[in-house]
């Protein structure tokens, strides 16, 4: 399914960011989910949800 895929796309590049630098984290993360995504209509929700998603696997 693809959405299990998307979460565990969604996962790794929460956990691979460098989160030393958050800005240049969540680009990385965005860069990452967008090569993924067919389009961008979920980007709205998937920019919502990286810092809740990086604060509960920190």
Known sequence: MWQ???LD???AAILGADWDNPDAARAGVLEDMMAFLPSD???FFLEQSILPMRNDSA
């Open 41 to 43: 209509e979920l980007l």
């Open 4 to 6: 299990e895929a998307y």
């Open 9 to 11: 796309r969604f996962e």
